[in-house]
Nanobody, 127 residues
Framework: QVQLGESGGGLVQTGGSLRLSCASS????????MAWFRQAPGKERELVAV???????????NYVDSVKGRFTVSRDNAKNMFYLNMNSLKPEDTAVYYC?????????????????WGQGTQVTVSS
């Protein structure tokens, strides 16, 4: 079992940067697929970035098109931490950001594929 908690959200202006952190207080996340989702008011929860575990202790990182080149995902398995570095933020990035985890998820782009979720952290980007 994994317990997740996000932090690092806040209010930034357009073009600013923010780093979100996801801490796990349960089982190690080393072999879990980890993802960042976001949900804006009136919109569906969408995938932002995902890192999937593969054989040989390698990870594969993927990003939604709207954040490619601006956001970077990383993880520190020793500290059970998962990060989302956000640069060049835009107003459309405003949303509640959620950390999610799943063991050997099959469809990484779908929220339903993940078993564990954090409470979310608000990111607001002003014009």
């Amino acid at each position: 079992q994994v317990q997740l908690g996000e932090s690092g959200g806040g209010l930034v202006q357009t073009g600013g940067s923010l780093r979100l952190s996801c801490a796990s207080s349960g089982r190690t996340i080393s072999r879990y697929d980890m993802a960042w989702f976001r949900q804006a008011p009136g919109k569906e929860r969408e995938l932002v970035a995902v890192t999937t575990w593969g054989d040989g202790s390698v990870y594969y990182n993927n990003y939604v098109d709207s954040v490619k080149g601006r956001f970077t995902v990383s993880r520190d398995n020793a500290k059970n931490m998962f990060y989302l570095n956000m640069n060049s933020l835009k107003p459309e990035d405003t949303a509640v950001y959620y950390c999610a985890a799943g063991f050997r998820v099959t469809v990484t782009t779908e929220a339903r594929a993940y078993d564990y979720w954090g409470q979310g952290t608000q990111v607001t980007v002003s014009s």
